[in-house]
């Protein structure tokens, strides 16, 4: 069996470490963005673990505005066109520790080919102390440019949030952006990765990312870079590390 494998970070995100840890963010295993998923699939069925972790700033008139962002997923593709994970955030705000949990799924609607982009259809969802379920229609494509190749992807999230709080307690709002991304291999082993997606009614600022993935070995990944999940007045500073779990040949 083929030993391959780019485990990596993220945020999510989420769905975490996320914009959405609302939306998984940066939690879509080796098969994502930091933020976003993408059409494209894990290469292999070994089983994925990750976490990551980073601060986001919220708009509060006085005390710690700073609050802290723990991820954790596992990642696994499942069949020829399907890949599943689940989530588990644990969200610091104020020294109170919240917990969310939750999962995602993508099915890969169209392979890539030379004259086309694979297309493929995702969701998540998670509860707990963040309620927010999104769904993703997204295409990716490789362009093969010498020896640094580069990958774009264009994609449209809907997302519901149930955790907004007003003045009759906690209520729901649903709005639906585009969002890109680009990923440039600088080595083989190492990728300048950015993504934005348009500002929803819902968050603070536009969802970003931009950052590094790197690969040091066939079965573990680093991530650092700065994000903003839009829940944040700022963009910070994040870390995340992906573990690979391989079957013996």
């Not at 919220?58 to 069949?79: H, K």
């Not at 995602?104 to 086309?116: D, H, I, N, S, T």
Request: proline share 6%; glycine share 12%; with cysteine.
């Amino acid at each position: 069996m083929r030993r391959a494998a780019w485990g990596w970070i993220v945020v999510v995100v989420a769905l975490a470490m996320t914009p959405r840890v609302g939306n998984c963010g940066g939690v879509y295993g080796p098969s994502g963005l930091f933020l976003h998923p993408t059409a494209y699939l894990p290469p292999d069925r070994h089983t994925t673990f990750g976490a990551t972790y980073f601060t986001q700033t919220r708009d509060v008139p006085r005390g710690d505005r700073s609050t802290e962002w723990v991820p954790i997923f596992a990642d696994q593709r499942l069949s020829s066109r399907v890949e599943g994970g689940l989530i588990y955030l644990h969200h610091r705000v104020d020294s109170d520790d919240r917990t969310s949990y939750g999962g995602f799924a993508k099915y890969q609607l169209v392979e890539e080919r030379p004259g086309r982009p694979a297309l493929g259809l995702a969701a998540d969802y998670l509860t707990g102390d963040l309620r927010t379920a999104s769904g993703y229609l997204v295409a990716s494509k490789q362009f093969d440019l010498g020896s640094h190749p580069i990958r774009a992807h264009l994609g449209y999230a809907v997302t519901r949030r149930s955790d907004l709080q007003g003045p009759s307690g906690r209520f729901h709002e649903t709005d639906d952006a585009p969002y890109a991304g680009l990923e440039l291999f600088l080595t083989p082993k190492l990728r300048l990765v950015g993504e934005v997606e348009a500002k929803m009614k819902f968050y603070q600022e536009a969802p970003m990312s931009v950052g590094l993935m790197w690969s040091p070995s066939r079965n573990t990944g680093l991530g650092i870079g700065w994000l903003n999940t839009g829940r944040s007045t700022s963009s910070r500073f994040f870390i995340g590390v992906g573990y690979k779990i391989k079957s013996v040949d």
